[in-house]
């Protein structure tokens, strides 16, 4: 089995930053991509950021030049690094990857249990 467990979600104030990580563990033969996600109270999940095996980030245009995904290939650890943060950025976050895993074969999509987000005005 794969697990991914989130962690570096909290409180704070507008205009703040957190940290958030995301490890991945278990049978783990590869990680593709990486992502993370975020669900606000009444409404559809949506994507923040996904970044490659190789580096290649993608971020949603609501997160540009104030989020920064990046990732740690030799710890199956993707983080999210994030700055200015506003009270719309409130949700849970919930980060993702495409594992080969030596248990359930072919690459599958894993989900962490999310972290809580809180921004306040």
């Known amino acids: 089995q794969v697990q991914l467990v989130e962690s570096g979600g909290g409180l704070v104030q507008a205009g703040g930053s957190l940290r958030l990580s995301c490890a991945a563990s278990?049978?783990?033969?590869?990680?593709?991509?990486m992502g993370w996600y975020r669900q606000a109270p009444g409404k559809q999940r949506e994507l923040v950021a996904t970044?490659?095996?190789?580096?290649?980030?993608n971020d949603a245009d609501s997160v540009k030049g104030r989020f920064t995904i990046s990732r740690d290939n030799a710890k199956n650890t993707v983080y999210l690094e994030m700055n200015s943060l506003r009270p719309e950025d409130t949700a849970v976050y919930y980060c993702?990857?495409?594992?080969?895993?030596?248990?359930?074969?072919?690459?599958?999509?894993?989900w962490g249990q999310g972290t809580q987000v809180t921004v306040s005005s």
């Open positions: 993702n990857a495409d594992v080969l895993s030596a248990a359930t074969g072919p690459y599958r999509p894993y």
């Open positions: 970044i490659t095996h190789y580096g290649r980030t």
């Open positions: 278990g049978s783990i033969v590869s990680i593709n991509d």
